[in-house]
């Protein structure tokens, strides 16, 4: 019974098959003419046929990454792996890191130009996201969620903290006037000095609007596309600030003024803290007001977090939106560094600058710090620890000082403290971009 | 010797900027320190005069009727509540149709079914 079953099965699902297969009766004499007059074709064109499959090979590897990898591509390449390693391996910043990692490889995948691949050809993919880079779009909306996530109380509670956030700018102009000396046009060397403020968006930002490749100079020439080494560039020395900053502490500042505690901050009030955002958008982009997209998306987002009534959209860009942006900008970032783009003496000279910037910036607030130390008395003498996280750099650079901080004291917790400096320094370096901006836009 | 100028005269430029911009990002610095140490306090008093509402201070409210109240105590209910509202996700029923269904019973394909009756 079962077998009958089954070969009734098999006939249906032929029969049910059949068109598909062709199979239909009626068009069988047809077919076995049809399989002759191939047979005729194929002995004729036989030899023609390898040779065109050769030759469609040899096209097809002439378009495959292998023909036209450079040591330049493998290079950038190795260059993505170490980044995405140290994000994974060692947990510096792998939020960074991995995507611009991931970008790296992408950016320098081998290809032949013109079917719309690279990130620089325009009407790729790539190109449509690189827009929000080239544009400036991505970083005011970074900055929103980082006003978003900000608080600002510890700077409220101590104002006279801002000062050290302004000394550090001193890393961003020492930069500016070193590149200007090797040789850098005044709007490049602009987009080079913004890598001393330690703010990876701030540095987008200044270079997209700067040295973006596009603007043409007075003496007719354009400007150097260096959004990809300023990028990488502040990106990477805001990850190495562990490595950076406290060596630079242990060489400025005495052991008994490493041990000085400072006294808590007050507390500050939710009214307090709501009119901070407002009253500071006015006044500093009253004075700065080429700083507006980055400044305004600032304290536009802390007054979501302090209104008290928009938790909704505080939420969304503290977290999912901040997310959505990192993710674009960290690819096409890392992307953007093209090896024949990225791999010049420029981009040598940029990491040099980039690292002396750095040193410059931290000392300038170390230093600064000492010197306020002179005029504050008693109870109100600062930590000149503290001085090293005007250099932005948030939060890592509040965490060096403060990991610094326990070494020489165990009981003397400073993070509170130099988070001030340290959101100081986020407007501060965004003031002194506006300023660049306005000087050399 | 057309370049020398164009050279000097770009890092003269680049030493202004400097100055200048040092100067405005301490002065609006400065600015934003000086109106919170000192500009904000009138404001908030401004404030308190228009709405004729004596803020309380902390040091102002009493706390001599909760003598027994310590931060302890405060500390052990926030405590119980976030673990009570922590906990509030688990009671929830994992059935996520809105009905049961329950079917007859059917010979499609039982073994037992099968072998008791031939086909």
Known sequence: MKKVIIIFCVLSLLIFIRPALGLGTNTSSNNLDDSVKTEQVEKTVESHSYDGAFKGIKQFYNYTGFANVTSGHATMIVIGIIFIFLGIKYDYEPLLLIPIGTGVILGNIPFVAGNQT??????????????????????????????????FSSLIANPKLMLLGAAAQI?????????????????????????GGADGPTAIFLSSKLANGVNILADGTTVKNLIGP???????????????QPPLMRLLISKEDRKIKMKPPRAVSQKEKMIFPVVALILTLFISPSALPLLGMLFFGNLLKESGRTERLADTARTKLIDIVTILLGVTVGASTQADIFITKD????????????????????????????FLKGDNKINPLIGAAGVSAVPDSA??????????????????????????????SAIAAGIILSFLG | ????????????????????????????????ALFFNFGLPVLLYVYKIITKRKDKKISEIKVEADHDFTGEIAAAIGAGIHMYMNEQHDFESAILT????????????????????RL
């Open chain 1, 399 to 428: 965490r060096v000082v403060h990991t610094e901080g326990l070494k020489s004291d165990p009981s003397n917790y400073l993070l509170m403290h130099a988070m001030a400096p340290n959101v100081s320094g986020v407007i501060g």
């Open chain 1, 118 to 151: 690279g990130i620089y050809e325009t009407g790729s993919v790539l190109n449509y996201l690189y827009f929000g880079v080239v544009k400036g779009v991505y970083p005011p909306l970074i900055f929103l969620g980082i006003g978003a996530m900000t608080d």
């Open chain 1, 171 to 195: 890393g961003v102009f020492a930069t500016f006037m070193g590149a200007l000396y090797l040789g850098f046009n005044l709007p490049e060397a602009g987009a080079i000095g913004i890598i």
């Open chain 2, 98 to 117: 809105i009905k049961q269904v329950k079917k007859p019973y059917s010979p499609w394909s039982s073994k037992i079914y099968g072998t008791q009756n």
């Open chain 1, 347 to 374: 981009s040598m000279l940029i990491f040099g600058l980039g690292a002396i910037s750095f040193v410059i910036a931290t000392c300038g607030g170390l230093l600064f710090a000492k010197f306020m130390n002179l």
């Open chain 2, 1 to 32: 010797m057309t370049i020398l100028p164009l050279v000097t005269d770009q890092i003269s430029e680049g030493y202004v900027i400097l100055i200048t911009g040092l100067l405005i990002v301490f002065g609006a610095l400065v600015i934003l």
């Open chain 1, 230 to 244: 300023i990028a990488i560039a502040a990106y990477s020395y805001m990850a190495l600030v562990p490595v950076i």
